[in-house]
């Protein structure tokens, strides 16, 4: 699970939302201070996370020492108030920010590690500034306490913190694609200018006198000896991280939890360190108790803190569930339905056991979920993670929790746990159930899908209801709207185009072209971008509809045109950029914007080396041979031919380019599918076979063929068959199935290819890739990752008339309704993780529409930009 998303839910019940912008919805989040008159001859602009004061008419200096300031809960505001007082005289420009919803964004548990623990970030335009900020805010902060920046080092011993970089914002195009932030290097150039979560100077930069022993003591290792072995990191969080290690006295292998003083907060603004306390003292409370592990050892180094525990040889509930759960298959039969019932009642039972255990002492243990539950060899159960455990069952609020699994809030004590396990009980058979925190009424349904699937008994249902309560409070969501949709799905007597009617209306309600950042809501990637990209913002959502015959919002075309008016550094790649937003514009007729946005995006191709289709050289040679087709130009055939050569060099050598060391950092962003064998449609190796197969189309020159085939082999050595005979990519921890980066998107190249050439290899995956299609069984219910993609792939895959086909996709049709959700009536479905509402092209409401309309017309409307309508449709 990617935790960053739980930052973008703080802010709005429903959608995805930068956690800064509560301040300006009326949450009354905002510090006093961000509310305070404007100084005379300044500027004030607010964006999603800071708000920045500027003098007017001095230019910030480019990059430079930069000089941050962090804070806890208790000091934040006193911090900023001070911070003002000293730099607005002085005229030095600076940022913060502006709420404690965007404080507790910017410090919580799964924050980015790089950035974490800034609270106000100030910018000094030379070494006399600089000194001037360290001397005077150190003297007049002396004590104050706060999160350690990672990135940063830190001046004497108060919360000022420096790193180099630049000020104001500039954007650097790399070969894989992506754009990050950028400064200047000595020869003039862009470079890289990342936050990693460690302190570094760029080469040629020389530090002045007063940064020369802060810089020291961040960069010269510590002498202090570690008590510890460690054999391997386990996980990461902004917190601190969990160590596989051993302890050289006696060899015994430990877990080590390590915490950072004032980082990670939770909802309730409790820090790593005191969450990390408690779990030594809620361990040693328990000791002795079945399952639970035992305490060696709680110790510090480095100003850290750590804890020694037992460590558990075993596999997390959540691992194992996912190897066993028989709707990952076609057709699972009713003895492998009833083997794994059995098997996930008895682990539930183990579960109850041990949290009465754990009762009986007096303790809550607060986080119950899957992946909190390990099963050893002999099939025991054990429990991990007691940070969130109280010894106060009367007065325990729960203020971390894996979504779904939090309990209302009126419930105490031991109630909160069996409110957990009764959720458990219902996900290892609909393991979808991060829903319930948009509707926990939704746990109705899933139980009724439950009991059509799965033998289980009476008994084991009312468990799970009465662990869940006898009503199922409001969530904030329900409460903002989020409820039953007026159009709901009925088996064979579904309304469809009443409810694609809804889906295409809630998303026009959606639509805020007030908003600069984004017109629709979408997954959190959007964020990256300017909001107008194919995939994850506008583009997408009004290709969708028109696609389906919707209308689009007014004023969407000026939107779009704006969005890319206020690009930095084009993007140039097609889901991602530049190319996607102009084949949008197209549609819409206005082909000359469309041509212009073409031509200012043409000389950073020279740049980009990453030939996927995503953002890469193959989305944008498969968009030039369309324009080359609607134009009649073929100067964009000539040019897409020549990307294809690239794209041809690149598949014979075998390896996909990489941003060297920004790689690692640019991860850390959240900015980068996988750099280091990345397969599939969209980021693998079958959007350069799709390209070079259109070129061999064009020209008939067998080699383009010759170097299709050899991508899609590529992606094919990355498949393998799972034992329910579905083909997938193996990523090393999952088995992916899907159009993005799965089996789907591989099988639907595949096909079009073995219509030129026969290729037994080729045939063979495309019957395991059906059957993945036709699994009974998705997490999502998305296009690119979910439900309605594979439907979509499976008819474009199979031939007309097929009844088994038939059969599967009324079956996938159907199962829809597990996450069908109503917004004010309208019919939505949740997004990635499923944690908000999605309204974009790739997680949400507009690829879903198509994916529907594609299948409810047989194919002949398309369900993704280039490719071949299935050759039964029409």
């Known amino acids: 699970m990617d935790k960053r998303y739980e930052t973008y839910c703080m802010a709005d019940p429903v959608f995805f939302e930068a956690p800064g912008r509560d301040g300006e919805q009326g949450t009354g989040t905002d510090y006093e201070v961000a509310g305070w008159t404007v100084p005379e001859g300044w500027r004030r602009h607010r964006g999603d996370i800071w708000l920045e004061l500027t003098p007017r008419g001095e230019r910030m200096v480019d990059q430079g020492w930069k000089v941050h300031a962090s804070g806890t809960a208790a000091n934040a505001e006193h911090i900023i108030e001070t911070v003002h007082r000293f730099c607005v005289p002085r005229g030095y420009a600076f940022k913060f920010l502006p709420s404690r919803r965007a404080f507790l964004g910017q410090n919580a548990k799964y924050a980015p590690r790089g950035g974490s623990g800034k609270l106000v970030t100030i910018y000094p335009r030379d070494e006399q500034e600089l000194t001037d900020v360290l001397t005077g805010l150190s003297a007049l902060l002396e004590g104050e306490p706060g999160p350690y920046i990672l990135s940063d080092a830190r001046y004497e011993a108060g919360p000022l913190y420096v790193r180099y970089g630049g000020f104001r914002k500039r954007e650097l195009l790399l070969e894989s694609g992506d754009v990050v932030p950028a400064m200047q290097g000595p020869d003039g150039e862009l470079v890289p200018d990342i936050r990693k979560p460690v302190f570094e100077i760029p080469e040629w930069v020389t530090p002045p006198d007063i940064l020369k022993a802060s ?47 004032h980082a990670a907060l939770d909802a309730a603004g409790t820090d790593a360190v005191t969450r990390l306390q408690r779990e030594r003292d809620i361990l040693e409370r328990l000791a002795g108790t079945r399952g639970v592990p035992r305490v060696y050892e709680y110790f510090m180094a480095w100003d850290h803190h750590f804890l020694a525990i037992e460590y558990f040889d075993g596999e997390r509930l959540s691992s194992r569930e996912a190897q066993t759960y028989p709707l990952l298959g076609p057709a699972a039969t009713h003895e492998e339905k009833a083997a794994y019932t059995s098997w996930a ?48 069952p009367a007065g325990f609020r729960q203020a971390l929790a894996a979504p779904g699994f939090a309990a209302p809030p009126e419930f105490r004590g031991a109630a909160i746990d069996q409110f957990a396990l009764a959720v458990l009980r219902l996900w290892l058979f609909m393991p979808i159930i991060p829903v319930l925190t948009l509707d926990r009424s939704k746990a109705h349904d899933l139980i009724d899908a439950m009991r059509e699937n799965f033998p289980v008994s009476d008994a084991y249902v009312r468990a799970i209801r009465d662990g869940l309560g006898a009503s199922m409070p409001s969530t904030r969501a329900v409460e903002a709207g989020i409820g039953k949709p007026r159009v709901r799905i009925e088996g064979d007597a579904t ?8 889906m295409a209306a809630a998303i026009n309600a959606s ?15 959007q964020f990256s971008h300017t909001g107008d990209t194919f995939a994850f913002g506008a583009s997408g959502v009004l290709y ?42 197209d549609k819409m007729g206005l082909r000359d914007e469309a041509l212009k946005l073409l031509d200012h995006a043409d000389p950073l191709l020279d740049r980009l080396h990453n030939p996927n289709l995503y953002g890469g050289l193959s989305g944008i040679g498969l968009n030039l041979m369309h324009f080359a087709d609607v134009t009649g130009d073929s100067a964009f055939g000539d040019r897409a031919l020549q990307l294809a050569q690239r794209v041809a060099d690149t ?32 980021n693998g190796w079958s959007g350069p076979a799709l390209l070079l197969l259109r070129a061999y189309e064009r020209t ?33 921890w999952r088995l992916n199935p899907y159009l993005e980066g799965g089996a789907a998107g591989i099988a639907l190249v595949c096909a079009e290819l073995i219509r030129y050439r026969e290729d037994a290899r080729l045939a063979d995956s495309l019957t395991a890739a059906r059957k993945s299609c036709a699994s009974e069984f998705f997490v ?55 944690l908000r509402i999605s309204m974009d092209y790739a997680t949400g409401n507009a690829g879903i529409l198509l994916g529907l309309k594609s299948v409810l017309s047989g194919g002949s409307v398309g369900f993704l930009p280039f490719l071949r309508q299935a050759a039964h449709a029409g």
Request: aromatic letters at 8%; glycine letters at 12%; hydrophobic letters at 45%.
């Open 780 to 834: 999502l219910p998305a296009l690119w990752t979910g439900r309605v993609g594979q439907m979509a792939a499976l008819q474009h895959l199979s031939g007309p008339g097929d009844p088994e086909v038939a059969d599967v996709t009324r079956r996938h049709l159907e199962r829809l309704s597990w996450h069908l959700l109503g917004l004010h009536g309208e019919a939505v479905f949740p997004g990635f993780q499923l």
């Open 651 to 682: 598949v014979a050598r075998g390896a996909f380019p990489t941003p060297g060391n920004a790689a690692a950092a640019v991860a850390e962003l959240g900015l980068v599918r996988k750099l280091m064998g990345p397969a599939g449609l969209l």
């Open 215 to 261: 810089i020291t003591a961040r960069t010269v290792p510590s002498d202090e000896p570690f008590p510890y072995h460690v054999e391997k990191p386990l996980h990461f969080s902004n917190g601190g991280g969990i160590y596989l290690a051993t302890r050289p006295a006696d060899g015994a292998r430990v877990v080590l939890k390590e915490a950072r003083p």
């Open 511 to 525: 639509a805020t072209p007030g908003r600069a950042d984004r017109l629709f809501p979408g997954d959190v990637r």
């Open 495 to 502: 309304d469809w185009t009443a409810l694609m009617d809804s």
């Open 345 to 392: 009642v008895e682990v539930c039972d183990q579960v109850e056991a041990l949290l009465d255990g754990i009762h009986a002492r007096g303790v809550v243990y607060g986080d119950v979920h899957p992946h909190n539950v390990l099963i050893l060899g002999d099939g025991q159960a054990v429990l991990v993670d007691f940070e969130t455990s109280s010894a106060d």
């Open 700 to 732: 008939g020159e067998s080699a383009w063929l010759d170097a299709a085939f050899q991508a899609s082999h590529r992606d094919l050595d990355r498949c393998r068959v799972s034992e329910f005979g579905t083909l997938n990519v193996d990523e090393g």
């Open 544 to 585: 969708a509809l028109m696609e389906c015959g919707y209308p689009i919002p007014e004023g969407a075309e000026s939107w779009l045109m704006a969005a890319v008016d206020r690009a930095g550094v084009l993007q140039p790649g097609f889901f991602d950029g530049v190319h996607g937003t102009a084949h949008v514009l």
